[in-house]
């Protein structure tokens, strides 16, 4: 296949929205795909739609012994591993008040813990091999407050810091941080507060397709090897936010 980016890529998340698009976006580019996801069936028919040069593994990524394998899979089948895409994440929003504990933990366990698994899986391959590529998926959350989103935010600050602290720490490792603002994708399906739930229906009305993000994604791994695009903020002409 011809194109512009002959890497083996792991996504996570890949099942839908972001990675999906994603993973559509860098297979015209070229590149070798790994999907992960917990929706295995989704991964199934999305790799065999893109072709033999992607592959798939169900991954949950709050379990750091599943992505150990998710990455050691990916090698197995490609040789190497050169780029992941920390896409997966969950945003249930509520208001503080609310008191909904075990969504902030899902949300820390997945918008945090999730991330960190991922770079701990590839990490030790990249510093031996003297090369390779995280790019970690925030939101304009990362960069504002606002209410109900409050620990949706923290966990997108988090990501914000640790990518930079992943580039400090390693001049040949490339670290991107790609913050979407509203983007039309089943992210937020799982908010439980009817008020925010309406609420989002109503941001979503201005909202970025997946492709944009696919693209900016798609422009950070192009870039030649020494030229870090360490940030990108892709925001619909007409957010509020």
């Known amino acids: 296949m011809a194109?512009?980016?002959?890497?083996?890529?792991?996504?996570?998340?890949?099942?839908?929205?972001?990675?999906?698009?994603?993973?559509?976006?860098?297979?015209?580019?070229?590149?070798?795909l790994y999907l992960g996801a917990r929706r295995g069936e989704r991964l199934k028919a999305l790799a065999e739609e893109l072709g033999e040069r992607v592959g798939w593994r169900e991954l949950d990524v709050t379990d750091a012994t599943d992505f150990d394998a998710f990455v050691a899979a990916a090698e197995a089948r490609f040789g190497r591993v050169d780029v992941l895409v920390n896409n997966a994440g969950v945003m249930p929003l509520s208001p503080l008040a609310a008191l909904k504990r075990d969504e902030w933990k899902r949300m820390v366990d997945v918008n945090i813990h999730g991330v960190l698994n991922g770079i701990a899986a590839v990490l030790p391959r990249f510093?031996?091999?003297?090369?390779?590529?995280?790019?970690?998926?925030?939101?304009?959350?990362?960069?504002?407050?606002?209410?109900?989103?409050?620990?949706?935010?923290?966990?997108?600050?988090?990501?914000?810091?640790?990518?930079?602290?992943?580039?400090?720490?390693h001049d040949e490792i490339r670290s991107t941080l790609i913050s979407p603002g509203v983007v039309a994708t089943e992210l937020g399906h799982d908010i439980t507060d009817p008020a925010v739930a309406t609420a989002l229906t109503g941001w979503r009305k201005k909202a970025l397709t997946p492709d944009a993000i696919a693209r900016a994604i798609r422009y950070a791994l192009?870039?030649?090897?020494?030229?870090?695009?360490?940030?990108?903020?892709?925001?619909p002409t007409a957010a509020d936010m």
């Open 3 to 32: 194109g512009s980016i002959d890497k083996v890529i792991l996504i996570t998340g890949a099942s839908s929205g972001i990675g999906e698009a994603t993973a559509r976006e860098l297979a015209k580019a070229g590149g070798q």
């Open 222 to 235: 192009e870039q030649p090897e020494g030229v870090d695009i360490n940030e990108v903020i892709v925001r």
């Open 127 to 169: 510093v031996a091999q003297h090369s390779g590529h995280v790019v970690n998926v925030a939101s304009v959350a990362a960069h504002m407050m606002m209410p109900t989103a409050a620990v949706y935010c923290a966990t997108k600050h988090a990501v914000r810091a640790i990518t930079e602290g992943l580039r400090q720490e």
